[in-house]
């Protein structure tokens, strides 16, 4: 059957799922699970997909909340992966749309294997929780979670769209400057003020940042800056995040933010303990071969896409690791108005609007008919892992 034929065969399959796909979204995103919680949204996408014969594991790759749903095709490889996310945000539940991530996945992958039948490839749900600071992902790689992955996708709600975006490294950091306590007015000389030299390293990482390449930030606050008025200040607890683009220039970047803290608490004569908190999110490098089949697949869906440049309005997120791992692309989605911003209630009700629900199923085509691109086309693929090569070459 020819490629364009079965194509219109993946999306009219979307079309016959599409309620199901939008009451999938519907019901995770009206029980927010957050960070490693998600056990009911697990349940609910795993039902549906084990209803079209996936083979699932839950729990997977030694995370409760992670699941692997598997369609055998004729052939062992290629092994392509959509990803899902499903973890929503404290207080603000699924501001960040990842219902839609995980119906999308389920509606993508049903309506290739609908479509195509016997399908060359192994074709992958990866359910992936805890994006939101957990870094499920990378918890998962580390337990052999993507081995053998070919290539792996995910669409995310946003408010523009673009195939192919940048996305920072990020390390959280806590420095605690330790002094010592006197009384400020009587013994004012017996103290050792770390408050001062919390002031000093806030002001070191402003000058600082004059000198950043144009690609980075640093950016934090003073959790704890002393107890009363009246007492020098013997502890200050300040936390920080350090992002940047390049992986070799953001590790030289957290060493230059220790020096400075260093730097501070030696003009005070203070001590500084410097902790990284969590997980640090590698840069995502997305994989520009997977994302032009993506462009021209939505180009025959009619949809547009927003000019933005790669690093504008970006953040950070664990699938950079993944991106590590396998070529992946992480492409976005407009599912209201440009003022409707992740993590903000505007979002929310973008989520579940009728006009979200109209560009869910949009990309969920795109996302359905680069995933077949990836199982047939070889030489899509071989590009792809040539590219990805050659990135990994290039950052070390
Ligand atoms: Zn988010
Ligand atoms: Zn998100």
Do not use: W
Not at 118 to 125: R, Y
Not at 126 to 144: C, F, Q, R, S, V
Not at 181 to 195: E, Q, R, T
Request: hydrophobic letters at 40%; one cysteine or more.
């Amino acid at each position: 059957m020819k490629n364009s034929v079965i194509k219109r065969k993946i999306c009219k399959a979307v079309d016959d799922l599409a309620g199901r796909i939008i009451a999938l979204n519907k019901s995770i995103f009206d029980n927010p699970e957050t960070c490693f919680k998600e056990r009911e949204s697990v349940k609910l996408i795993t039902s549906e997909l084990r209803a079209e014969s996936f083979e699932i594991t839950a729990p997977f790759a030694g995370v409760k909340t992670a699941f692997k749903a598997v369609s055998r095709g004729k052939r062992a490889r290629p092994k392509i992966a959509l990803i899902a996310e499903y973890d929503a945000l404290p207080e603000l539940g699924h501001a960040c749309g990842h219902s839609m991530i995980a119906a999308s996945a389920f509606g993508a992958a049903v309506a290739i294997k609908r479509a195509v039948g016997d399908h060359p490839g192994e074709l992958l749900v990866i359910g992936t929780p805890a994006e939101e600071g957990g870094g499920g992902k990378i918890k998962m790689i580390k337990n052999n979670g993507f081995k053998g992955v070919d290539a792996a996708l995910m669409a995310h709600p946003s408010n523009k769209t673009r195939v192919v975006a940048r996305m920072y490294a990020i390390s959280h950091l806590q420095l605690t400057f330790l002094g010592k306590a006197a009384h400020a007015a009587a013994f004012p000389d017996k103290g050792v003020n770390a408050l001062d030299a919390g002031v000093l390293f806030y002001n070191g990482i402003s000058a600082m940042r004059q000198q950043l390449n144009g690609e980075a930030r640093i950016h934090g606050i003073f959790t704890r800056g002393g107890d009363a008025p009246n007492i020098i200040p013997e502890k200050v607890v300040m936390d920080f995040y350090v992002r940047a683009l390049d992986r070799k220039y953001f590790e030289a970047l957290i060493k230059k933010v220790a020096q400075c803290a260093r730097g501070a608490a030696k003009a005070v004569g203070c001590k500084v303990k410097i902790k990284k908190i969590g997980h640090t999110y590698d840069p995502f490098y997305p994989s520009y071969p997977i994302g032009n089949a993506f462009r021209a697949n939505m180009k025959t869906l009619n949809i547009a896409e927003d000019r933005f440049g790669e690093t504008e309005e970006i953040g950070s997120s664990d699938i950079g690791a993944l991106s590590l791992v396998t070529p992946t692309l992480h492409p976005e989605y407009a599912v209201g108005k440009k003022t409707d911003i992740n993590h903000s209630r505007d979002f929310l009700k973008a989520v579940v609007s009728p006009r979200g629900a109209g560009a869910m199923l949009a990309m969920t085509k795109a996302l359905a008919m680069t995933t077949y691109d990836l199982l047939t086309d070889a030489k899509l693929l071989s590009e792809a892992r040539g590219m990805f090569l050659e990135q990994r070459k290039r950052m070390g």
